[in-house]
């Protein structure tokens, strides 16, 4: 094939200075290329220099909270950030009331006396609890939003009341009007009504856009991946909705949305149309990531390891000059590896 301008591979390529010959270095400023930085692979870094990792608070485990008041860790020995998650889970559950148990009795004096299932149905109710465990009732409302160094009503939070020849002292654990008990009251009040709120409601609904918002991105990643492992083209001549062939990356697109109901939800027309996340832009963008995440791969594998470039350049039928890389190593698992990787040397690819 004639061709337009005649160059030689060695053109193509940018000679390394070492010590030896650091003067002997030629350029080849005519027909720049960019330079592979794939020489040796990183070492392992030192231990400090990795960047500072956050690690989240421990998320509590819902299943193994013991419903029974006399097993439960206080609350205060939960992690801040835990503490309203266990409040919602044991308000959902209600307090500990079984009314099903064979109480036992105990001597007190001449008379046995025992807990009275009753109890559960008087004014105390909303808060009584009782412990199987412990034989023992506590207070539910202040177990969960007593304030911290408040006086009264700790035998009901902490130990619990077992005392049943003086039962007049469960009715007094609710006390005055600025009673502990009737704060804690108040506590759970507010609690209850901040679901709610105008702060809960926006709080939730950005929780809803982060969720599909990572569906969504999570959908365009596999189908740009999926296309640039086959080496298809991704862009159609017409990419409007009424077109007959939108071009492979939003056809694939579709194909998923069709198959999953969670993409079907939040891709193409179910997506804002200001975050569809199917533009040339965001295409490049998440290319440019699988090329930096496959780089990275490779230098690992690598692992400091020798290897091999060949390369070779063609032009193509309209005469724009073409070129391949492969990288040739052996990697730890003594598999021989082969990657290749094309370049265009003037127009992209
Ligand atoms: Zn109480």
């Known amino acids: 094939m004639k061709r337009s301008n005649t160059r030689d591979i060695s053109s193509f390529f940018t ?3 070492t010590t030896e010959n650091a003067s002997q270095v030629q350029t080849s400023e005519e027909n720049p290329i960019p330079e592979i930085n794939i ?3 990183p070492q392992p870094s030192a231990q400090g220099s990795s960047p500072s990792v956050t690690i989240p608070p421990p998320v509590v485990d819902i299943v193994k909270l013991s419903h029974d008041p006399g097993k439960r860790k206080k609350l205060i020995d939960f992690h801040p950030n ?3 998650l266990v409040r919602r889970m044991y308000i959902q559950r209600g307090p500990c009331q079984p009314v099903d148990h064979v109480f036992p009795k105990t001597l007190f004096g001449t008379k046995e006396r025992r807990f009275n299932v009753k109890w559960f149905d008087s004014s105390w109710g909303p808060w009584l609890e009782y412990s199987v465990f412990k034989d023992a009732v506590f207070c539910f409302i202040c177990y969960l939003f007593k304030a911290e160094n408040t ?3 700790d035998a009901f939070v902490s130990e619990g009341f077992k005392a049943w020849n003086r039962i007049e002292t469960i009715g007094d654990h609710v006390g005055k009007h600025t009673s502990s008990h ?3 009251v108040i506590a759970m009040e507010l609690f209850t009504k901040q679901k709610g709120s105008i702060v809960t409601a926006l709080s939730k609904q950005t929780d809803e856009i982060m969720s599909a918002y990572r569906k969504r991105l999570e959908a365009s990643i596999t189908a740009i991946r999926w ?3 086959q080496g298809l083209p991704f862009r159609g001549h017409d990419e409007s ?3 007959m062939n939108r071009g492979n990356f939003i056809s694939l697109l579709a194909l998923l949305s069709e198959h999953d109901p969670e993409y079907s939800k939040v891709v193409l027309k179910m997506a804002p149309g200001n975050c569809q996340l199917i533009s040339p832009i965001v295409q490049k963008d998440i290319i440019n990531a699988c090329a930096k995440e496959t780089t990275k791969a490779i230098l690992e594998e690598l ?3 020798f290897f091999a470039i060949l390369a070779d350049e063609s032009a193509d039928i309209s005469d724009k000059e073409q070129m391949a890389l492969c990288l040739r190593y052996v990697n730890v698992r003594s598999e021989f590896n082969d990657h290749q990787k094309l370049d265009s040397t003037d127009q992209d690819c």
Request: proline share 4%; no cysteine.
């Open 82 to 84: 835990e503490r309203d």
């Open 241 to 243: 909705e009424n077109s």
């Open 303 to 305: 692992n400091g390891g």
């Open 182 to 184: 009737n704060n804690a």
């Open 15 to 17: 000679k390394k200075p």
């Open 227 to 229: 296309l640039l492992l």
């Open 151 to 153: 006086a009264g009503g």
């Open 39 to 41: 020489t040796r692979a």
